[in-house]
Nanobody
Framework: QADLVESGGGSVQAGGSLRLSCTAS????????IGWFRQAPGKQREGVAV??????RTYYADSVNGRFTVSQDNAEFTLQMNSLKPEDTAMYYC????????????????????WGQGTQVTVSS
């Protein structure tokens, strides 16, 4: 059984919404940070949002702040994406890191200890 299991994603028109889910049974009740990263073709992987399993604090990239919301319900982590834009098109990855839940380290891919398999999000104009 995979440690991080993603679901959701798909294709939507600009202005629409999608929801991504990540089941992280081993990390839900420990001092971990569950994050979402994305990578578009030809671009570096970038942090989108993170939530701390110790207190529930969240942080977002400036590009998605106010449009995306990350939440936790036991072992299920959800990224609700609203008002989607074509530039949000990318492969999205659920991630787990230990202790790096605050800026700027939460968004550093090199500090992630486990990645999900990725799910594609495509936003058309």
């Amino acid at each position: 059984q995979a440690d991080l299991v993603e679901s959701g994603g798909g294709s939507v028109q600009a202005g629409g919404s999608l929801r991504l889910s990540c089941t992280a049974s081993r990390y839900a009740s420990s001092n971990y940070c569950i994050g979402w990263f994305r990578q578009a073709p030809g671009k570096q992987r970038e942090g989108v949002a993170v939530i701390s399993t110790n207190g529930g604090r969240t942080y977002y990239a400036d590009s998605v702040n106010g449009r995306f919301t990350v939440s936790q319900d036991n072992a299920e982590f959800t990224l609700q994406m609203n008002s989607l834009k074509p530039e949000d098109t990318a492969m999205y990855y659920c991630s787990a890191s230990l202790g790096f839940c605050k800026p700027p380290k939460w968004s550093v891919p090199g500090l992630v200890i486990l990645w999900g398999q990725g799910t594609q999000v495509t936003v058309s104009s």
